[in-house]
């Protein structure tokens, strides 16, 4: 770069939003995810992020909705909140999560609402580049999903053209890189986590490796952002940092109270400040 910026982004994940009426009972998300704060949790994180913190950039790292098994109200409720979202006064991008590509035929339905052209793509911002990986999804894969797979299998991994798309990207730019994608990458085994202990690759990206091959060829990486896991998380994996952003909605101490969790980073030349924050209703 010729000319040091800084940059100050918002990270929020798995929004989870569904009309209480529509939950299916019994489902693990009845219990941990509490979807009545859903709409009241991102109406005051929009109102701080366009009246007190003003960053450059706001971006949602996947799941707005959870689905509930009818692509139609899927349709609808992927619609309601995304209109809720153009209240967001600066720059908004959003990943594709495995919620919201769930019940649909092909991933193009989820990017006509959002108005993409493509959920892969890249932005520079302030003189650093951001790039957001869309997860494909194969609907011939996992027809009879269980509830509590939530529609992984057909939507856990990133499309050979893609990948290809990415390392093009990334020998082209110059700018100090960061990357967005919904499912975490860096190996965890899990524990503790009260989604994915006992089914820990659910919790992964399952092309992560030829992923991971192409971000350790990349000299101007300087971190990995993720949603999915319902908690907050930071790893260092072969020098790389990756940084797991909880849910806003986990009933994650199991008192009713919604986690409310977002990110604030600064990033200043080649330095991330990272302050972790609690919306309260």
């Known amino acids: 770069m010729d000319k040091k910026t800084s940059c100050k982004l918002i990270l929020f994940s798995d929004l989870h939003y569904l009309p209480k009426e529509q939950i299916i009972p019994g489902s693990k998300a009845e219990k941990r995810k509490l979807v009545d704060s859903a709409e009241p949790l ?22 707005l909705i959870e689905d509930c098994r009818n692509h139609d109200n899927d349709i609808t409720n992927l619609k309601y909140i995304w209109n809720i979202l153009k209240r967001i006064e ?34 520079d911002i302030n003189g650093y580049h951001l790039v957001f990986l869309g997860l494909d999804l ?17 939507t856990h991994f990133l499309s050979n053209n893609d990948l290809e798309w990415l390392r093009n990207d990334l020998n082209q730019n110059k700018l100090p890189s960061i990357v967005f994608i919904h499912y975490a990458i860096a190996e965890d085994t899990m524990e503790g986590n009260w989604w994915f202990e006992n089914c820990p690759n659910y919790a992964l990206l399952a092309n992560r490796k030829e992923l991971k091959e192409i971000l350790r060829e990349d000299k101007n990486l300087l971190a990995v952002f993720s949603g999915h896991q319902h908690w907050s998380k930071k790893i ?46």
Not at 143 to 150: I, Q
């Open 236 to 281: 260092i994996e072969d020098g790389i940092p990756y940084y797991i952003v909880g849910s806003l909605t986990e009933n994650i101490h199991m008192d009713g109270t919604p986690d409310g969790v977002y990110f604030e980073v600064e990033i200043n030349e080649k330095n991330l400040t990272i302050n972790e924050h609690h919306l309260k209703l």
């Open 90 to 123: 600066p720059t908004f991008y959003s990943i594709t999560g495995n919620h919201d590509l769930r019940t649909m035929q092909s991933r193009k339905e989820v990017e006509e609402i959002m108005e993409y052209n493509h959920s892969t793509f890249s932005k």
């Open 42 to 63: 991102l109406d005051k994180l929009i109102h701080e992020i366009n009246t007190s913190i003003h960053p450059d950039a706001v971006i949602n790292l996947g799941d």
């Open 138 to 154: 194969n609907s011939n894969l996992g027809k009879n999903l269980s509830l509590s797979e939530g529609g992984i299998i057909k």
